[in-house]
């Protein structure tokens, strides 16, 4: 499998047996290699035989590129409406960030003892799916004391709201392990003994040590955000994963052509996570199906 | 920023105080928690509510959780359960085989890297953009289906055999591509946490490399395999958008019967589509309680 079996020898003869044996320390050898390449391939072609497969028929329609101009061009809500989910995308974040960041420097700081309860918190829209939640919030805020789906600015809240809630197992994540990796009592103390304030302490002492957690867990929420379809359309918000949904049921060729731009745009959000995540040799976190 | 009058005054408190200290930094936490109760645990809280009341009267009642018995509800979630089951173990085994090879198979290294960057974009590739590049690949008219028409004779779509993308096992297969690289994402650092000293001393002790998998990697590996694998099943039980658009709605799963809930009434009973979401909780609940317990089992071991 692994490695050739070596059998009981004596401790000391194995360490010159071992090298020998095995040039590469976890390399494979033999039918196991075999396997392994195999197992790579079917996996690759798994995975890109779709991406090839939308690529070529965004492609079919004649001349060269005519579905990416149909949709560039001549269809205005494309642009709308990726416009509009690129906008609540970006405050989704600065609101989750304002939620999470004080919370997660003062939960560390001062209340470990609440520490289990916000976690929890933060794990709950893993157990309450969109459907579920976008279905709470239709039926909690249709009527009563906040009729906020009678408005479309009230819409605008909702689908907001759900976003954050939606973002606070990544951000929270993000922030808290980002806080670990500094002394945030010793920065804390530092910052108080020159006189500042704790807003001050959050925006420029912490937020700024946190920057590059806190980047991972924007373009991650950002990506969620751009290609949500539940929630989005349940709120019936004019935003990018309804129109794309619409185009499929509508059209041929050009469904292919955004698919490959909303494929790339989150390979963009992606790429940018795993070159922060390895300049800070952190995690890189994954967002849940839709 | 929100926390700084109560921080303030915390600031001025004693550490040999800590009741005070307590009272007061609480404050800190307090809009975090309020917008959660305002738009998550409230909003639950009326559906939980809704469920043990009788729609007409408002009378408590569990009448809703007895009519989860009908019979399209029961199919519902047993398609539901049945589909993320499937979609859990098969590409919780080749997610492990996958991260298994390129980590330890002695493939050169940067497929390893071009596998986990690509596993971190294709777990979050789902929904409506997948369900189309699938209908592309192998639908009706998809370039797969097509490739293997035309050149290979196979027919899909033909009586011999009878493929659909649309179907239980069509969803299963979309459903695949983020359930795999999820699991990819989750054994690649817990395969790496496998310590190079358990190898050498089990090797010591006269394993052989399939006696060292069986008696001490994979038992120690077991807790991630499972937790991440009902991961995985709660993955796809809670997922809509994917299914609506391969499908819209025409296999029966929970998560598009509540669809159908929202945009109208369909069982002309409230208090069973709040039931229904409820049920649905419970399940993800479960799932994630599960998940959590063993995750923690298993970081007590890979903790390097």
Do not use: C
Not at chain 2, 17 to 24: A, C
Not at chain 2, 161 to 179: A, C, D, M
Request: hydrophobic share 50%; glycine share 10%.
């Amino acid at each position: 499998m692994t490695g050739p079996s070596l059998g009981p020898r004596a401790p000391g003869a194995l360490e010159s047996i071992q090298s020998s044996a095995r040039p590469r320390p976890r390399g494979g050898v033999g039918a196991g290699r075999i396997g392994s390449w195999i197992i790579f391939l079917v996996g690759v072609i798994y995975f890109f035989l779709p991406l090839v497969a939308t690529l070529a028929f965004s492609l079919r329609l004649q001349p060269f590129g005519q579905a990416y101009r149909n949709v560039l061009n001549d269809d205005p809500a494309f642009a709308s409406s990726l416009i509009y989910s690129l906008f609540i995308g970006i405050v989704t974040i600065v609101i989750s960030t304002l939620l999470i960041v004080p919370t997660a420097y003062w939960v560390r700081l001062r209340l470990p003892r609440v520490r289990p309860y916000v976690e929890f918190v933060t794990l709950l829209p893993f157990v309450i799916p969109p459907v579920i939640l976008v279905f709470a919030l239709l039926r909690a805020y249709s009527g009563g004391p906040l009729p906020l789906t009678v408005t479309d600015q009230g819409l605008n809240v909702l689908v907001v709201a759900a976003y954050v809630i939606l973002s606070f197992p990544y951000m929270y994540r993000a922030i808290d392990s980002g806080l670990r990796a500094i002394d945030i009592r010793t920065l804390t103390e530092a910052a108080q003994s020159m006189g500042a304030g704790w807003g001050r302490i959050l925006w420029a002492v912490i937020l700024p040590n946190v920057r590059v957690a806190l980047i991972s867990g924007a373009f991650l929420t950002l990506a969620i955000v751009i290609g949500e379809y539940t929630i989005a359309s349940f709120l019936v918000r004019p935003a990018f994963g309804p129109y794309l949904s619409l185009l499929g049921h509508d059209r041929a060729f050009e469904p292919a052509a955004v698919s490959i731009i909303s494929f790339g745009l989150t390979w963009l959000a992606m790429g940018i996570i795993a070159l922060l995540g390895r300049s800070s040799r952190q995690s890189v976190q994954v967002a849940g199906a839709r | 920023m929100t926390v700084a009058p109560a921080a303030q005054n915390a600031r001025g408190a004693l550490p040999a105080r800590p009741g005070r200290r307590f009272s007061t930094a609480w404050l800190g936490v307090v809009p975090f928690f309020l917008f959660s109760a305002l738009f998550m645990v409230l909003p639950v809280g009326v559906l939980l509510a809704g469920s043990f009341e009788d729609p007409v009267s408002g009378a408590p009642t569990i009448q809703n959780y007895i009519d989860l018995s009908e019979p399209n509800i029961v199919e519902a979630y047993g398609t539901s359960i049945e589909i993320s089951l499937v979609t859990a173990v098969v590409g919780g085994f080749f997610g492990f085989l996958l991260a298994y090879a390129v980590i330890l198979g002695g493939l050169p290294r940067i497929f390893r890297t071009l596998l986990m960057t690509f596993s971190g974009v294709a777990s979050n590739f789902a929904g409506v953009p997948l369900a189309l590049a699938f209908t592309f690949t192998l639908g009706f008219q998809g370039l797969a289906t097509k490739f293997l028409a035309d050149n290979l004779g196979i027919d899909l779509y033909g009586k011999a055999i009878g493929f659909s993308l649309y179907t239980k096992l069509g969803l299963e297969i979309v459903y695949l591509y983020f359930q795999f690289p999820l699991m990819v994402l989750i054994m690649a650092p817990a395969i790496d946490g496998l310590k190079r000293e358990w190898r050498e001393a089990s090797e010591n002790l006269g394993a052989s490399p399939r006696e060292y998998w069986q008696h001490v990697a994979l038992p120690i590996l077991t807790p991630t395999l499972l937790g991440t694998m009902i991961l995985l099943f709660g993955n796809s039980f809670g997922a809509q958008a994917t299914a609506y658009q391969l499908t819209s709605g025409s296999i029966p799963l929970v998560t598009l019967l509540i669809s159908n809930q929202i945009s109208g009434d369909v069982f002309h009973n409230i208090g069973l589509g709040y039931a229904l979401a409820m049920g649905m909780v419970v399940v993800m609940a479960v799932a994630i309680g599960i998940y959590a317990r063993l995750q923690r089992t298993s970081e007590r071991w890979l903790r390097s």
